[in-house]
């Protein structure tokens, strides 16, 4: 299978997760469950893109290893944080604002858009897989050593937000130990490391090297867009203390805190 072959069979698996999803979502009346499905689909691209592949490399296998730990990761633990919890207050004012009009517009603005992000996303994924050569090297290494400090600061960055939450005292509290005491946002900072991770496994092969597109979205995305801007315009009017704490604490990469 070529390249081209590749990206279009994944897109078709991506638009096909997000449109079953999706229909779970109107049955379940929760668009929230995309978020769970969000890291289990990059797993479902990357085990397609090796099935699909010509190559049977050692290293070929190591993308869809890597992805298929992150998404599993991700998919359980906001199961566990949101599965019969409320709708999420982003959807909530979608639904209200379109009326019944939303499981409709729901599925364009909001699932096959995630689709088309996770496509485009995981174009390091797909191409370093078809792209694999025979032996490892040193960008293995150091993609792999990435990935491995992006995974940990992440789930460290959860756990702690999960322990913190866990306690009836901290109702209305600002988490701002551990990790959370040298950037807001542990757990985006380490999602930004996970997928620099992956492009740089993907980048033994040189004709997978352009998609270093990919990294860059997802990090504009994640500072800019979708990510810490999104839910701390929600959390400075939810959390007492919380612009304090934005002016105490860097957005997203750790440093010390400013007094």
């Not at 079953?20 to 990059?42: M, Q, Y």
């Not at 174009?123 to 290494?141: E, K, N």
């Not at 130990?177 to 620099?196: A, E, Q």
């Not at 040189?206 to 504009?220: H, L, N, Q």
Request: glycine content about 8%.
């Amino acid at each position: 299978m070529t390249a081209v072959d590749c990206l279009w069979a994944n897109a078709a698996v991506a638009a096909g997760l997000m449109t079953l999803v999706w229909i779970i979502s109107v049955l379940v009346r929760n668009a929230s469950i995309i978020d769970i499905a969000w890291g289990p689909g990059f797993a479902l691209i990357g085990w397609a893109s090796c099935l699909l592949g010509d190559a049977a490399t050692t290293t070929r296998w190591v993308l869809p290893v890597l992805s298929t730990a992150w998404g599993l990761r991700l998919g359980i633990y906001l199961a566990s944080r949101n599965l019969g919890k409320p709708e999420d207050f982003r959807y909530q004012a979608m639904r209200d604002h379109h009326g019944t009009a939303f499981a409709w517009k729901s599925y364009y603005r909001v699932f096959l858009l995630q689709a088309s992000i996770m496509w485009i996303v995981s174009f390091p994924l797909q191409m370093g897989i078809v792209y694999a050569g025979s032996g490892w090297t040193l960008w293995h290494v150091v993609g792999t050593a990435v990935w491995t400090i992006g995974l940990v600061f992440e789930s460290i960055g959860d756990w702690q937000l999960a322990r913190f939450k866990r306690d009836p005292e901290n109702a209305g509290r600002v988490l701002d130990r551990g990790l959370w005491r040298y950037t807001r946002h542990p757990n985006y900072f380490g999602d930004f490391l996970v997928w620099w991770g992956i492009w740089i496994v993907a980048a033994a092969a040189p004709e997978a090297r352009w998609t270093v597109v990919s990294p860059v979205i997802m990090s504009i995305f994640l500072m800019r867009v979708s990510g810490v801007p999104m839910l701390e315009a929600a959390l400075v009017e939810r959390k007492e203390g919380y612009a304090t704490y934005i002016q105490q604490t860097n957005a997203f990469f750790p440093w010390w805190p400013r007094n």
